[in-house]
């Protein structure tokens, strides 16, 4: 009798326990331990040293990552990310997030305590990410959850100003990769001036080749997402600036928006335009 009285008490008891039980394992598997932003800060160089590319480094240690964010997705040509920047070196950071530039917006000097977070590479672009995935047998990342910005990233201040570093094509390497640089002396081949950046109609992004004067070429690399997909290049020789990424073994530049184009000078003439021909084609003009 008294075990028939008991029976539903005992019974919604277990079945509390279990909802609870299941609530603390998602938590924990998300939190952040007492998150710590006082420990020494780790230079980011020093930071992407840990990576061996083509693996996954999971970070145990509370290291602290400072900089300032250089490029963000207010003009969409970066999804769900943000780049950091100190005066060491660069790195992408993946942020599960919209808009991410209201929080983060370019000049912000944040703190990232990367305990529990993951060293990854894209096509050898190096990114911090929040979890991954192999399940399906490939890598799939996933950036820091938005309900846990605050828990992993802290603001400093969001009036820094960082000025783009200033590189030729011999220069451009690994060592740059996320960082905000400055090539001079560039223009779009003739093939890719007054062409669309990217595919806006279709969400396609394009590599659009960038000419050095002095030889060399770079790939300005644009979303179809991005809001001047539809903009047609310039014709002209001069700056442009722009993040530094790489794929595979491809030089390329992303652009934050148009503004960053300064190509109003004349085009390349004389030697220098024969020096920007591919080999082959300057031994038929000899």
């Avoid at 963000?72 to 943000?82: C, M, R």
Wanted: include cysteine.
């Amino acid at each position: 009798m008294y075990t028939k009285k008991l029976l539903p008490i005992i019974t919604f008891l277990l079945s509390a326990t279990i909802l609870m039980s299941a609530a603390c394992l998602k938590q924990a598997a998300n939190a952040v331990v007492n998150p710590n932003f006082s420990d020494s800060v780790i230079s980011i160089k020093n930071f992407r040293n840990l990576h061996t590319m083509g693996m996954v480094e999971y970070i145990a240690q509370p290291l602290i990552i400072e900089g300032t964010v250089v490029a963000n997705d207010e003009h969409d040509n970066f999804y769900k990310s943000i780049c950091l920047q100190d005066n060491t070196g660069g790195i992408i950071v993946q942020l599960d997030g919209l808009s991410l530039y209201q929080t983060y917006p370019v000049g912000s000097k944040i703190k990232i305590n990367t305990k529990s977070l993951f060293l990854s590479d894209y096509r050898r672009m190096l990114q911090l990410v929040g979890s991954i995935d192999t399940s399906a047998g490939n890598l799939v990342t996933t950036g820091i959850p938005s309900p846990l910005f605050a828990k992993f990233i802290k603001i400093v201040n969001d009036n820094s100003i960082i000025h783009p570093i200033m590189v030729g094509y011999k220069n451009l390497g690994d060592s740059l990769q996320g960082r905000l640089i400055q090539i001079n002396a560039v223009e779009f081949s003739a093939l890719d001036t007054a062409q669309n950046y990217a595919d806006k109609k279709n969400k396609i992004g394009i590599s659009r080749s960038l000419k050095f004067c002095t030889g060399g070429t770079i790939y300005v690399r644009t979303s179809g997402y991005a809001d001047f997909a539809g903009v047609k290049t310039p014709s002209g020789n001069g700056i442009v600036i722009g993040i530094y990424s790489v794929y595979n073994n491809e030089k390329q530049l992303l652009l934050r928006d148009t503004s960053d184009i300064l190509l109003t000078g004349k085009r390349c003439t004389g030697a220098a335009w024969l020096q920007n021909l591919p080999k082959l084609a300057t031994k038929t003009l000899n």
